[in-house]
């Protein structure tokens, strides 16, 4: 990985933590319709720019030059959020639309001799970004946040579907998947990059809250939760998510389509789990024994569906499988469960949050027997007859699969 493109994310840790702040700072479905809206763009920046970086040598000047135009742009749209719905709301635009258009139109020049079926594609992608525009100019002069909120929850609609279409223009058709040539190795480690970041940016709120807090019972043991949280998110994360994303991408016939799903896409609740569950850190370490109130309950749910169901996409491509993680689907229903009992007992926040603290460790672990021996394996090892059963019933599953299989085969 270039010096630059790690440069170039440090701004990024910077629109992260306004993020959570924003969020943090608006604990209301408003508040956090807005924060959705400011994140599927600050998303959107990073990861067509780490698509052009595919495609561009970042030691070329030019190269270098137009990242770091990004760069100072992504500042000046990052600078703006904590206002964007607000005064700061035409600054925050008018950066964005720079941000997308530009650095298309660039790329698109860049690469038109030595690769212009990808230069076609910026090209096209410059197209639906400069059509999404207008709606984010129009909502930052609207006084009317509905109005505003509209018609940048359109711009969005417009831009994340472009890919999904294959970039079709008129006049210039659509892209074509053999044309999405990238780098899976160089694709990976970014999305890596990146949940560093979030999961970094969390760290940072829960150091800085707790050495602001007053001494009170729970406080350690608040600090001491919110980083095992991490560390399991890390965990699940890069210990086979990561790995065979990688491998994934990296031996796929097509790795950009892998790229576009399994990266671009299944990536967002990855990240947005991670940012929202940053804000829940900051809020136990800050009163950790304080009843669970409804709008913690739901910070906390949201953020562990969100990241759970964002892992358990991922890995189901990644896999190969066209089922999800057992332990991801089950914990989701365990973490719906959990937020009933918050929502209803109030118990302590410590209480609340170390108990979904727990469920992230139970998935690490869980996986982690599954992939390293397996759970199964042990437990027939042993000759326990919960082994033999489930083997059992996996097995009659399985031939139930077939036989499905082979009579769609046979008509």
Not at 315 to 329: L, Q, V, Y
């Amino acid at each position: 990985m270039n010096t630059i493109e790690l440069f170039f994310d440090l701004v990024y840790v910077f629109a992260i933590t306004q993020l959570s702040h924003h969020l943090l700072a608006h604990l209301t479905w408003a508040g956090a319709l807005e924060t959705a809206i400011l994140f599927g763009a600050v998303w959107w920046a990073w990861m067509w720019t780490t698509w052009a970086t595919n495609w561009l040598e970042p030691d070329r000047a030019p190269v270098r030059l137009m990242i770091g135009a990004v760069m100072l742009l992504s500042l000046v749209m990052s600078t703006a959020i904590p206002n964007a719905f607000g005064p700061g709301g035409l600054q925050f635009a008018l950066s964005y639309c720079a941000i997308q258009i530009g650095r298309c139109l660039f790329t698109a020049w860049a690469m038109e001799r030595d690769d212009p079926g990808n230069g076609r594609n910026m090209l096209r992608g410059a197209i639906w970004f400069a059509a999404a525009a207008p709606l984010w100019i129009a909502g930052a002069l609207s006084d009317d946040m509905t109005v505003r909120i509209g018609l940048w929850l359109a711009a969005l609609a417009i831009e994340y579907t472009g890919p999904m279409v294959y970039l079709w223009v008129p006049l210039l058709g659509r892209s074509l998947l053999s044309e999405w040539r990238v780098s899976g190795a160089h694709m990976a480690e970014r999305c890596g990059l990146i949940i560093i970041i979030a999961l970094g940016e969390g760290l940072i709120l829960i150091g800085s809250t707790y050495a602001k807090a007053e001494p009170q019972p729970g406080l350690t043991l608040a600090l001491v939760n919110a980083f095992v949280g991490s560390f399991a998110m890390w965990w699940l994360y890069f210990d086979m998510g990561a790995r065979r994303g990688a491998h994934h991408i990296e031996n796929h016939d097509l790795p950009g389509l892998v790229a576009r799903q399994a990266f671009t896409y299944w990536h967002i609740p990855i990240v947005a789990g991670i940012i929202v569950l940053a804000v829940a850190d900051e809020l136990v370490v800050a009163h950790p024994l304080e009843p669970a109130h409804p709008e913690f309950v739901a910070v906390i749910l949201a953020g562990t569906l969100l990241f759970i169901g964002g892992m358990a996409g991922f890995k189901r491509i990644s896999s190969g499988n066209p089922w999800f993680p057992a332990s991801h689907g089950y914990s989701l229903f365990i973490a719906l469960g959990l937020a009933l009992w918050g929502w209803l007992a109030h118990p302590p926040s410590l209480l609340f949050f170390s108990a979904t603290t727990a469920l992230f460790v139970l998935i690490a672990v869980w996986e982690w027997g599954s992939f390293h021996g397996g759970w199964l394996e042990r437990m027939e090892a042993r000759d326990w007859r919960l082994g033999h059963f489930l083997r059992r019933r996996l097995e009659r599953r399985r031939e139930r699969r077939l036989a499905k299989a082979a009579a769609r085969r046979n008509g």
